[in-house]
């Protein structure tokens, strides 16, 4: 008998010992230590929430109506964003939570948080607009957050982290959205293409600065198809007024400048970095194909609607003009868009897996 529980004794202690060992992620896969996001509402779990400056915040219901509490987070759709699925998917962790969040421990900086703010642009006419944390304030919060890890686990593990880290771009939206669709300010200045050279350019500073800092795997998200948004489909209907402004298509002129920014994007900003960036990886996020997809092939991805988001009317609502007050439609899964201008969780859990795909690969060559 004694024999018997000794032999016993040992299984459990070696199943308890084997439950203890770390397991394999797709993370470890991929040798991806954590992730780092810079950019916009894209990818912004809350920053903004504290801003008394801006009314571009989603700390509000009906915003994150579908996450497992039920409560808003700050982020700008109704549940995760394609960086919560990313880290998830790579089992990382559940979300990749704000900086900004007060209950934010340094422990969480260790796997990565986002940086982001909803309302950001590449250019300082879109910040003057918007009044939120431009990206040069986010690379100092990232410094901020680099003391605070060293402190925690030294520099040498604070270098290993950031060179293994996947850090995120998504931004230059709002720049065309505002400053050439909605308030064409920067029409008298520029015309389209010499503004995006000036995104670009500032885009390709702000990925120097990164690599600088320790970044080696860097992923650009590009512009997505942004006449398909609905609050620009409502303001082409609108101005000048279209008789048939009821009949909501993308507009195909504003795509096209989508796509003429991507191209220069992946044809003349990113190969020199990559040439010039030694030991960097920099892979291009294409967001323009899935989504386009999206829109034109609703049923494959389970949509009813491409044409205008899930909150009120659908033409116009998003931020504060999203809320309470408002009806929701009843099934967000169905919808490609929660609000007039942002996807809905079912949408970027698609953006999330066509990156992965497109993606790890490359960063792990």
């Known amino acids: 008998m004694a024999s018997t529980r000794v032999i016993s004794f040992v299984l459990v202690l070696s199943f308890a010992c084997f439950l203890s060992l770390p397991i394999s992620t797709t993370a470890s896969k991929y040798n991806i230590s954590a992730v780092f996001a ?53 089992g990382i962790k559940d979300l990749l939570p704000a900086y900004l969040d007060p209950k934010l421990t340094d422990n969480d900086l260790l796997t990565g948080v986002s940086f982001a703010s909803a309302g950001s642009g590449l250019d300082n006419h879109t910040i003057a607009l918007t009044k939120v944390i431009d990206l040069p304030t986010q690379f100092q919060s990232f410094e901020q957050a680099l003391t605070r890890i060293s402190k925690l686990v030294g520099d040498e593990k604070t270098r290993h982290i950031v060179e293994n880290a996947l850090f995120v771009i998504s931004i230059g939206s709002n720049d065309m959205m505002f400053n050439v669709y909605l308030l064409p300010t920067r029409n008298i200045e520029f015309n389209i293409s010499g503004y995006q050279d000036l995104l670009l350019h500032n885009l390709n500073s702000f990925i120097e600065r990164l690599y600088q800092a320790g970044a080696r795997k860097i992923v650009v998200a590009g512009l997505p198809p942004i006449g398909c948004l609905p609050v620009l489909i409502t303001a082409k ?34 190969p020199p970095l990559r040439a010039g960036l030694q030991g960097a990886k920099i892979g291009y996020f294409d967001i323009y194909t899935p989504i386009f997809d999206m829109v034109t092939n609703p049923a494959k991805y389970g949509f009813d609607e491409t044409h205008q988001g899930c909150c009120g009317t659908g033409h116009i609502e998003m931020g504060p003009l999203c809320n309470v007050l408002d009806p929701i439609c009843p099934d967000a899964s169905k919808y490609l868009f929660w609000d007039a201008v942002h996807p809905t969780q079912a949408a970027y859990s698609v953006l999330a897996d066509y990156g992965l795909k497109t993606l790890l690969p490359y960063l792990n060559n």
């Open 237 to 270: 209907n609108i101005f000048p007024p279209n008789p048939r402004w009821l009949h909501r298509e993308c507009k195909e002129d504003q795509n096209r400048d989508s796509q003429a920014y991507n191209s220069k994007l992946t044809s003349r900003i990113l």
């Open 38 to 90: 810079f950019g916009d509402s894209t990818i912004d779990p809350g920053n903004n929430n504290n801003l008394k400056s801006t009314l571009v915040r989603a700390d509000h219901l009906p915003y994150g109506r579908d996450l497992p509490n039920h409560v808003p987070t700050g982020r700008f759709c109704n549940g995760k964003l394609s960086t919560d699925f990313l880290v998830s998917k790579l």
